[in-house]
């Protein structure tokens, strides 16, 4: 009698633990994985615990394909995105920053390349953790740059279906998460305007001043969606490609983000390079 008691009691703890869970994940205090096992998401203390996270190997070819540097232990354009990081986090450090978004002014100007680079050698610093979210919802391409396809992404996280933790991975890098897209949005400023986007953010926020997410963004001139974003990020990296980038259109660019904090320019694609610039030259 005396076992079938303990064993009673465990089965009661055990169902009373089961209830305790899902009451937690109602109040949305904690985020459960698809395996019942806690994820590596704590809402109430705000941490995405890196190591817990789902692993993915990029595409070696895809990443030399797109000039994926800072991935690639071998490249002696590695530097290149060090002197950025450094500068750039001269800058988040200045202005107590950690949530920024890369853009550019019109297509093929390499702002999405940069915001890839700059995050690994962002998360390549042992001071630091970063997420790289991809927010060009008409065009999204994280996940064909890198040559990834997560099973889950942001559009289930807007739908409800799945919470943070789950549309995170980890490409290798133990301090670098990221947040892929594979849907299309037409009405894609409203969706950054949205609530469920602005829970997203500031979950990411909440991460604390050590981890740092980047946006990867639309051009800005391609529509609304930079200015409707603009109040959930702390800044803004601006990239521009010579010979695509006419001087208009950077004037007009400057006009339409009055108001946002730009972090930075960055001149990509310069014909004049320099040791100490690679293939582009930076404006803080």
């Not at 703890?13 to 904690?30: C, S, V």
């Not at 978004?101 to 953790?129: C, F, M, R």
């Not at 279906?161 to 892929?180: C, H, K, N, Y």
């Amino acid at each position: 009698m005396g076992r079938i008691a303990k064993e009673l009691a465990k089965a009661s703890r055990l169902e009373a633990q089961k209830r305790a869970l899902k009451r937690e994940q109602r109040q949305g205090n904690t985020v459960v994985a698809a395996n019942g096992h806690t994820g590596g998401f704590n809402a109430d203390e705000g941490l995405v615990d890196f190591a817990r996270l789902p692993s993915i190997n990029p595409d070696e070819e895809c990443l030399e394909k797109n000039r994926i540097v800072a991935a690639q232990a071998d490249s002696p354009q590695r530097a290149v995105y060090k002197v950025l990081r450094t500068r750039v986090l001269q800058r988040l450090r200045a202005s107590e920053w950690n949530v920024i978004g890369v853009s550019g002014t019109g297509p093929g100007e390499g702002k999405t390349v940069t915001a890839i680079n700059l995050a690994y050698s962002l998360a390549q610093d042992v001071n630091h953790h970063v997420v790289l979210v991809d927010l060009d919802l008409r065009r999204p391409s994280l996940h064909t740059y890198l040559g990834i396809e997560p099973n889950r992404d942001l559009s289930d996280y807007l739908s409800g279906t799945t919470d943070l933790d789950q549309i995170l991975v980890r490409p290798g890098e133990s301090r670098l998460a990221i947040m892929t897209n594979q849907t299309t949005y037409r009405d894609s400023s409203e969706v950054l305007s949205s609530p469920e986007l602005g829970s997203l953010v500031q979950k990411l926020r909440n991460l604390g001043p050590k981890t740092i997410t980047i946006f990867d963004l639309p051009p800005a001139l391609a529509g609304d969606d930079v200015l409707a974003f603009a109040p959930l990020m702390d800044a803004l990296l601006l990239v521009v490609a010579e010979g695509k980038c006419r001087r208009e259109h950077l004037v007009e660019a400057n006009e339409l983000l009055q108001g946002v904090n730009i972090l930075g320019t960055i001149l990509n694609q310069s014909r004049e390079k320099s040791p100490s610039s690679g293939y582009y030259d930076y404006y803080g």
